[in-house]
């Protein structure tokens, strides 16, 4: 048995055909197109290059919120696909099963099956890229709430911060994602492009700036972090996306502060294959209860 995952990301758009264990087999990707109906028409273009009679379904990771059981997109950020009936057209396309969740929840899943949460039940989980996104797994299960819970990038942590694209001000996705990295950097007048793993290096030899940069980004995140743990007690943390690893590192700038609540942070360990892997183990997952594609 193989599935399709797809992972939609800020920069690139990937499909990959995976197996039953969690191995990529192969995998296509694009530049993500900003325009919903050009990247329905990416992804199902890509699918098909990809889709073989052992394929059982496709998985879809979404930069967005997401009803998982409707198979409904109820928003999005840098690509929109509320308005495109994604579920549908792709079946119709492909003639094969589809699932739709957002791309943090599908990292998680991969990340629980062969990554950094393999063997743990309560686990939550950040990914930090352009924005944050979040998901969490309570008693081995997604937590879903109504339908979209979850969005651990809008955990306030600066009631007088700046307004965050959700509506409210001083989510820790206006403070702590690669978009906030890149403002504390412009800020400090160092070069546009400054990359993380210099600023990591620099202040690990004891250069003031980059210190005040790193600690300004991560000690809003710690806030976050230390109010997830305080909530829902998770054996760890993972911190994935592009900026994940970097994240962890830094922070050691901004060490937990209550002893009462304490989890480990650890890196996500599958890199950029957790969100195709944890969208097709998802849509294998699923085609075992669904009812046929008509
Ligand atoms: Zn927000």
């Known amino acids: 048995m193989e599935a399709l995952g797809v992972d939609i990301g800020g920069t690139n758009l990937r499909v990959a055909r995976?197996?039953?264990s969690g191995v990529v087999i192969a995998s296509l990707s694009e530049r993500t197109s900003r325009d919903p109906a050009t990247a329905l028409g990416q992804i199902l273009a890509l699918a098909r290059q990809l889709d073989s009679a052992s394929v059982v379904g496709l998985g879809v990771g979404i930069p967005g919120r997401v009803d998982a059981g409707a198979r409904r997109v109820l928003s999005g950020g840098f690509v929109d696909l509320s308005g495109v009936s994604l579920a549908e057209?792709?079946?119709a396309a492909l003639g094969k099963h589809v699932v739709l969740d957002t791309d943090c929840n599908m990292a998680l899943?991969?990340?629980l099956q062969l990554g950094a949460a393999r063997g743990c039940r309560n686990v939550v989980m950040l990914t930090i890229g352009t924005g944050?996104?979040?998901a969490a797994a309570l008693d081995g299960a997604?937590?879903?709430g109504r339908s979209s819970a979850?969005?651990?990038g809008h955990i306030t942590v600066d009631p007088g911060g700046d307004l965050c694209a959700c509506g409210r001000p001083g989510c820790v996705e206006t403070t702590s994602s690669g978009t906030a990295l890149n403002r504390l950097i412009a800020k400090a007048a160092l070069p546009p492009g400054t990359q993380v793993e210099a600023l990591l290096t620099s202040a690990a030899a004891g250069d003031p700036v980059a210190t005040r940069i790193l600690t300004d980004w991560v000690r809003p995140l710690r806030a976050a972090i230390d109010?997830?743990?305080a909530a829902l007690d998770p054996e760890r943390v993972l911190l994935g996306g592009g900026l994940g690893n970097a994240a962890c590192e830094a922070l050691r700038l901004a060490p937990p502060v209550s002893p009462w609540y304490q989890s480990p942070?650890?890196?996500a360990s599958l890199g950029n294959d957790a969100g195709v892997i944890g969208a097709a183990c998802s849509a294998m997952r699923d085609r075992q209860t669904a009812a046929p594609v008509p």
């Open 109 to 111: 899943v991969a990340e």
């Open 142 to 144: 997604l937590l879903r």
């Open 89 to 91: 057209n792709a079946e």
């Open 132 to 134: 944050i996104g979040g």
């Open 150 to 152: 979850a969005q651990f």
């Open 227 to 229: 109010s997830l743990v």
């Open 265 to 267: 942070v650890v890196a």
């Open 18 to 20: 995976v197996d039953a």
